[in-house]
């Protein structure tokens, strides 16, 4: 735009120098301060231009940044409230599954104790009933050990007593008996 001036500047600079040299009938130096008026308007102009330019583009330029900067301060707002809420449901999100596997992990601990007690009371159960079923074997094989003990101790007792009692008959000279004491009266049986 500038360049354009000085062009239009200094066309008229030409022209004015042809027409005086050209016969006319002014003078040199009117036509002198003619051109140095028009090339002062000129200059005017083309400063007066530029600076209008310079300032409409300033203006432009700082509305555009205005509003960048605006748009940037509500963009950065909006993503931070997106990232506050996203980070608040995250959380939440976290904060359930933790409840939720600390619930599951407190309900199958209850579910393995109480299986590990039945467990202990079905083999303690056991225990007990084979304790008591090899009690009552034992105490009755000790019965039926002890009742034969006593009758062959008895059944012992009496063959002894018979051998003793036909060992004194025959060393008498006496006949065998067979109550088994010398007499050859019958013996009482011990307790």
């Known amino acids: 735009m500038r360049s354009k001036f000085v062009a239009q500047s200094l066309a008229v600079l030409a022209l004015s ?30 400063g007066s231009a530029v600076k209008k330019g310079t300032v409409t583009a300033y203006d432009k330029t700082k509305e555009g940044t205005e509003v960048v900067a605006h748009k940037t301060v509500e963009g950065t707002k909006a993503v931070a409230h997106d990232t506050k809420e996203g980070t608040v449901k995250a959380a939440d999100k976290t904060k359930e599954g ?18 590990t007690k039945e467990g202990t009371v079905k083999a303690a159960d056991k225990t007990g009933d084979a304790t008591k079923t090899v009690a009552d074997k034992t105490a009755s094989g000790t019965k039926t050990a002890a009742d034969k003990t006593a009758s062959g101790t008895k059944s012992a007792y009496h063959a002894t007593a018979k051998a003793t009692g036909n060992t004194v008959r025959s060393a008498e000279g006496k006949p065998k008996t067979t109550t088994g004491d010398s007499s050859g009266t019958p013996t009482s049986t011990p307790k």
Do not use: M
């Open 98 to 115: 933790t409840e939720t596997v600390a619930h599951k992990t407190t309900a199958g601990t209850k579910s393995a104790a109480h299986a």
């Open 17 to 46: 120098v042809g027409l005086s040299v050209g016969g006319r009938a002014q003078s040199v130096g009117q036509d002198l301060k003619t051109v140095g008026n028009d090339t002062k308007e000129a200059a005017e102009k083309t």
